[in-house]
């Protein structure tokens, strides 16, 4: 089969050997004779993934014991409900949102249910193309929350601001893939399927001192702290995709931890937009300062090239380029598992277009 260059954005590449090894536990586990899908997950073998699982993000992220590791179902899309629920206070809370993008604005949408959110800033007016930087956030609020990569649009927060009360980041796009103070943060959320595994599986960092003060009847799913007691245990776990991060999480390790990653998108990421900048026939949607190092999302200049030029990349191997059907464009996802040769063959595809 000749070789795909998968730029899809989520689910997306992961590394060769994640696929092989998980492959190998569907058919025998750890050699017990056994699959993965028909082991109890409180059998000892399936107990150590969930206990390493939980104890690599700590060592990757550089957190203490006073952070909590959980790995819950529900995507990222129920933490825009559990954040709310587990953060707000019953009785005249209120929070702040930073509105950067289709997802950010899911999470305000959901968190409105819950209580109050103000909108401290946002970029939706100019069709989410910047990342808004001039707010302030006091300790009138209970939380403040924001999305660090806007996977639909291309941003990303190159800095957090400074605020005075706690720090909720939805990482969902571009966990594990640049060194940052995770420390900075009180909760942090990301559904594993971009840098982290498969879809099916939502990673939850959270400071365990911000829990249980909001006054309020927390349903059980919904309550972090009953997760933290039965250690992501309260109910199945989704079994595959845990072990599936797992594997994710010990590849990156093997492969010089969190600041190679970043080495890497880095250069990923000025090979295209280098050539996005040198290129008339390309220009991207956001402002430069603001873009993505994981999902640089582009245009044609002159869209009656887009016939030869999606001949062009289809026939390179190249897939999943369309940019998301908000947008139009193009979208290159360019997540830790991907090889730079991928992103130079686009690049090359780029430059023969005349
Ligand atoms: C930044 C961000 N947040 C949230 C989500 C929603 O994630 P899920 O599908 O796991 O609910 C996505 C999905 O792509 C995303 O990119």
Same mark, same amino acid.
């Given at each position: 089969m000749n070789k795909v260059h998968n730029f899809s954005a989520g689910p997306c590449i992961l590394p060769q050997e994640v696929f092989e090894k998980s492959a190998e536990a569907i058919l025998n586990f750890n050699g017990i004779g056994l699959s993965l899908l028909e082991i109890s997950h409180r059998s000892k073998d399936f107990l150590a993934v969930m206990d390493e699982a939980r104890a690599i993000v700590k060592r990757l992220m550089k957190l203490g014991d006073d952070y909590e590791i959980l790995y819950l179902g529900g995507g990222a899309s129920l933490q825009f409900l559990m954040v709310p629920f587990n953060?707000?206070?019953?009785? *005249?809370g209120k929070a702040a949102y930073l509105d950067t993008g289709v997802w950010a604005a899911g999470a305000i949408k959901e968190a409105k249910i819950v209580g109050n959110v103000e909108i401290v800033g946002s970029s939706k007016a100019d069709n989410y193309s910047y990342i808004p930087k001039d707010y302030t956030v006091g300790s009138e609020y209970d939380y403040f929350h924001c999305t660090s990569n806007n996977t639909i649009y291309g941003t990303q927060m190159k800095t957090f601001p400074k605020v005075d009360t706690l720090m909720v980041c939805d990482m969902s796009s571009d966990i594990f893939s640049r060194e940052i103070d995770f420390s900075q943060f009180d909760l942090i959320y990301a559904g594993?399927?971009?840098?982290? *595994?498969?879809?099916g599986v939502t990673l939850v960092v959270v400071k365990k001192s911000i829990l249980g003060k909001t006054g309020r009847t927390i349903p059980s799913y919904l309550n972090y702290q009953l997760h933290i007691d039965k250690e992501s245990m309260f109910n199945t776990p989704p079994v595959f995709p845990v072990y599936a991060s797992l594997l994710t999480l010990q590849h990156l390790e093997k492969n010089g931890g969190i600041a190679a990653a970043e080495a890497r998108n880095i250069a990923k990421a000025k090979l295209l937009y280098d050539e996005i900048d040198r290129n008339p026939n390309f220009e991207t949607f956001c402002k430069a300062e603001d873009r993505s190092l994981m999902n640089p999302s582009f245009k044609l200049?002159?869209?009656?090239k887009k016939e030869a030029f999606d001949a062009a990349w289809k026939s390179a191997g190249l897939s999943g380029l369309n940019g998301h059907r908000s947008l139009g464009g193009y979208r290159?996802?360019?997540?830790?598992?991907?090889?730079?040769e991928s992103v130079q063959i686009l690049v090359d595809v780029m430059q023969r277009l005349s």
């Open positions: 953060l707000m206070k019953a009785d *005249g594993a399927q971009k840098n982290m *595994g498969p879809a200049t002159d869209e009656s290159a996802s360019m997540y830790n598992a991907m090889p730079i």
